[in-house]
């Protein structure tokens, strides 16, 4: 509590710079409304996936709901900066990548869909022109966390916010997480609110739409997280997690808040290895991981990790396959029976684009 506290009085100190932040990314935002700085277009359907806040609303389970759901139909890749890899430029997954050659978020998406493009560059403006060439039969492409570069217009705009953090109650950076303006929620074409509880009622429902006050065209949808079965890291054996276990939890990412409830309430006992978002672990880090494991019990003792950090933990294999570390999935599940509506209208904005070709 007074660590929080102290947080929020620091970052309140900090107003002056977010003024001048909001100063920044309104005359960005106005040139590119006046046209001065251009954006491109490009002749295939183009659906983003973003926030106006920086943190964990959901993008990365959120392009794997796209991509489950689109690929029966299409030929479905996948573009995003691949934050916190040690290459430049654009590049492709394969099946020798590691998080260190395109990122942790686009090689857990391979991982688990490898018959999708999944594409990195900083430039996407660059990149989809490349990621076009190397993968001609694309018929759809999702631009991860891209809902910020005007660069681009895509057709099909998703933007989250979470439930906890809603972008209208947020502020501009340092002093709030918002790093765009609140004003561009207008180009979303659907705005979803994340990480809701799973029983969340109608009148609040509601009083949320009311207050995020969308236009005629725009629909809001929401989610809640569900967390899969636990499988091994290495063998992939799946794993029940159970009352009696005492957990380890290791997470590097933006907003561990809902696994740590998930795993309170599915554990007896747990703590908790914290590291910065897309961390890239050592050997030191693992030497600490290994050490916190061992205090626990060795019977129901277990390391449980979220599956991007999963793909960051796996160059220590050979020690990893006698630990019981386990990497759990996590998925969005619409809200009031919507997902079928919000398939259906991304199923219209493709078969539309393509009736002009």
């Known amino acids: 509590m007074f660590y929080d506290f102290f947080l929020r009085s620091f970052r309140l100190l900090l107003l002056p710079i977010a003024l001048l932040y909001w100063a920044a990314i309104y005359i960005r935002n106005y040139l590119f409304d006046k046209q001065w700085l251009h954006t491109a277009e490009f002749g295939i359907p183009l659906i983003t996936v973003g926030n106006l806040a920086v943190g964990g609303t959901g993008k990365s389970p959120m392009v794997e709901l796209l991509v489950e759901f689109l690929s029966p139909h299409y030929k479905v890749a996948t573009l995003s900066r691949g934050y916190r890899r040690r290459t430049r430029g654009y590049a492709f997954a394969k099946p020798e990548s590691t998080a260190l050659d395109i990122g942790d978020e686009p090689l857990s998406l391979f991982r688990k869909y490898p018959s999708t493009a999944v594409t990195v ?16 039969k694309t018929e759809v492409i999702l631009l991860d966390d891209a809902f910020q570069h005007r660069s681009i217009r895509a057709g099909f705009s998703i933007l989250l916010t979470e439930y906890a953090n809603l972008f209208t109650r947020d502020f501009y950076l340092p002093t709030g997480d918002l790093r765009d303006l609140k004003s561009r929620y207008r180009d979303a074409t ?6 809701c509880s799973p029983d969340l009622s109608i009148a609040e429902r509601d009083q949320l739409i009311a207050e995020i006050s969308p236009l005629s065209h725009q629909k809001v949808y929401f989610t809640f997280l569900e967390y899969g079965t636990p499988y091994h890291i290495i063998t992939r054996k799946p794993y029940q997690l159970r009352v009696e276990n005492e957990v380890l939890l290791v997470t590097g990412i933006s907003n561990p808040k809902p696994l740590k409830r998930y795993v309170e ?15 890239i672990f050592t050997i030191e880090d693992f030497n ?7 205090k626990l019990n060795k019977k129901e003792g277990i390391i449980l990790t979220t599956e991007k950090d999963a793909v960051r933990l796996e160059k220590f294999s050979d020690r990893l396959i006698d630990l019981p570390v386990y990497s759990i999935p996590v998925c969005h599940r619409f809200l009031f029976n919507a997902q079928t509506d919000f398939e259906h209208s991304i199923h219209s904005f493709i078969n539309n684009f393509k009736s002009r070709e």
């Open 121 to 136: 560059g900083e430039e996407r403006i660059l990149a989809i022109p490349e990621l076009l060439h190397d993968f001609p």
């Open 190 to 195: 659907v705005i979803i609110v994340t990480k």
């Open 265 to 279: 309430e599915h554990s007896s006992y747990y703590r908790q290895l914290q590291y910065r978002d897309h961390h």
């Open 288 to 294: 600490e991981i290994e050490v916190e494991w061992r």
